[in-house]
């Protein structure tokens, strides 16, 4: 079975500063997916970036990027120039074979 | 609408009673999954269907808890007999599958919250 661990419950930020969230996460497999969601106080959980394992280059969207380290199963996430509207609760996902499995989320405020 | 629909938005109900939570997924859609969020928790996966395989069900947490899905599109979460610990938002998501596209994408519906009083 695939884990994911989220150990910053809350960060915050400055607006316009760069933050960077953590995940961490454990799959026996080889072939996976990797991703960031983001969950606004409307609940609607929206897709912010992926990355798929068999490549080395980091994803990059716009203002988001992560630093994915396979050896150290390590796939954080770097925001950039924050925006008030990134304020949100972010969660890590892994992917394989049909099997989501999300971690605990953690909740970022940026503040003006 | 071309989203995943869910509903009720939100659901007060007594304990012991039975709940239904329904999901419209995206057409076309033939992976769908239901997750379960406890106030300020991550997601807690529940069930997972894929076209007409047999469904994963490894994540209900109790025999309480029962989901189907019809004709392959919407699906309907049952729990009966709720207790107080059933209060979550219930988020259901669906995907595309298929060997062009496995990337594991999934579009999520705005949930269900329900509260046992």
């Known amino acids: 079975a695939q884990t994911v661990t989220q150990s910053q419950p809350e960060m915050s930020v400055q607006e316009a500063e760069t933050v960077t969230l953590s995940c961490t996460y454990d799959?026996?497999?080889?072939?996976?997916?990797l991703f960031w969601y983001k969950q606004p106080p409307s609940r609607q959980m929206i897709l912010v970036i992926r990355?798929?394992?068999?490549?080395?280059q980091n994803a990059t969207e716009n203002r988001f990027s992560v630093n994915f380290q396979k050896a150290a199963k390590s796939f954080s996430l770097k925001i950039s120039d924050s925006q008030l509207g990134d304020t949100a609760m972010y969660f890590c996902?892994?992917?394989?074979?049909?099997?989501?499995?999300f971690g605990a989320g953690t909740r970022l405020t940026v503040k003006p | 609408g071309a989203g995943v629909s869910q509903s009720p938005s939100n659901k007060v109900t007594e304990k012991g009673k039975d709940v239904e939570l329904r999901c419209d997924p995206i057409?076309?859609?033939?992976?769908l999954y239901w997750y379960r969020q406890s106030l300020g928790q991550g997601l807690e996966f529940l069930i997972y269907?894929?076209?007409?395989?047999?469904?994963?069900k490894s994540g209900l947490p109790s025999d309480r808890f029962s989901a189907e899905r019809t004709g392959g599109s919407v699906s309907t979460l049952t729990i009966q007999r709720t207790q107080q610990e059933d209060s979550a938002v219930y988020l259901c998501?669906?995907?595309?599958?298929?060997?062009?596209?496995?990337?594991?994408?999934?579009?999520f519906g705005e949930g269900s919250r329900l509260t046992v009083l």
């Open positions: 998501a669906s995907s595309l599958m298929s060997p062009q596209l496995r990337t594991g994408e999934l579009f």
């Open positions: 799959t026996s497999e080889n072939n996976y997916y």
């Open positions: 990355q798929e394992a068999y490549k080395q």
């Open positions: 996902a892994t992917y394989n074979n049909n099997d989501m499995r």
């Open positions: 057409s076309g859609h033939t992976a």
């Open positions: 269907f894929q076209g007409n395989s047999a469904p994963d």
